[in-house]
T-cell receptor
Framework: GAGVSQSPRYKVAKRGQDVALRCDPI?????LFWYQQALGQGPEFLTY????????KSGLPSDRFFAERPEGSVSTLKIQRTQQEDSAVYLC????????????FGPGTRLLVL | GQNIDQPTEMTATEGAIVQINCTYQ??????LFWYQQHAGEAPTFLSY????GLEEKGRFSSFLSRSKGYSYLLLKELQMKDSASYLC??????????FGIGTKLQVIP
């Protein structure tokens, strides 16, 4: 079946602009994760959903970041009033359920804030 | 909190064996992952260890010692396509996975 997809793949935003990043997980995957990856760094956890419930949002860097997954499938990460330091690759990953399961990553959205 | 250490860069020769080490200090432990990430691409799963010992999968093996907070990824018969970053990641409490900075491996002829 299809893997995790993300859109857009690239986004250029002017500082202060709002952006919305979309993630389509693998069908049937219960868990969904968002990560932020700066150049030369490992992915940094942002938030985690189990179905539609956001169970952990401890990694969101500020209240300008908001994520939702209203029907337990597609998720959107929204960044309000973007700043230059928000420039990074935003990765979405999904996994089948709890336990030892592997996270499968999407290709990421590369965000550049000018 | 979580702290994961791994070397930032390594170089190895095609056909050789390379070992990438990872040490971790975490407030909870529910398994350790290794991911491969080629430049500009998403991480892809390589291995998962939750019990002590060695897990072998083709040319790649991963080892875990929970008492020492230590893991390594062993790559045998290196190929040029193995040039990539290798990410060590620990699943702590609940579902949160913490990644290391990644080890950039360069395979040379």
């Amino acid at each position: 079946g299809a893997g995790v997809s993300q859109s857009p793949r690239y986004k250029v935003a002017k500082r202060g602009q709002d952006v919305a990043l979309r993630c389509d997980p693998i069908s049937g995957h219960v868990s969904l994760f968002w990560y932020q990856q700066a150049l030369g760094q490992g992915p940094e956890f942002l938030t985690y959903f189990q179905n539609e419930a956001q169970l952990d949002k401890s990694g969101l860097p500020s209240d300008r970041f908001f994520a939702e997954r209203p029907e337990g499938s597609v998720s959107t990460l929204k960044i309000q009033r973007t700043q230059q330091e928000d420039s990074a690759v935003y990765l979405c990953a999904s996994s089948l359920d709890r336990g030892r399961e592997t996270q499968y990553f999407g290709p990421g959205t590369r965000l550049l804030v000018l | 909190g979580q702290n994961i250490d791994q070397p930032t860069e390594m170089t190895a020769t095609e056909g050789a064996i390379v070992q990438i080490n990872c040490t971790y200090q975490t407030s909870g432990f529910n398994g350790l992952f290794w991911y491969q990430q080629h430049a500009g691409e998403a991480p892809t799963f390589l291995s998962y260890n939750v019990l002590d010992g060695l897990e072998e999968k083709g040319r790649f093996s991963s080892f875990l010692s929970r008492s020492k907070g230590y893991s390594y990824l062993l790559l045998k018969e290196l190929q040029m396509k193995d040039s990539a970053s290798y990410l060590c990641a620990v699943k702590g409490g609940y579902q949160k996975v913490t990644f290391g900075i990644g080890t950039k491996l360069q395979v040379i002829p």
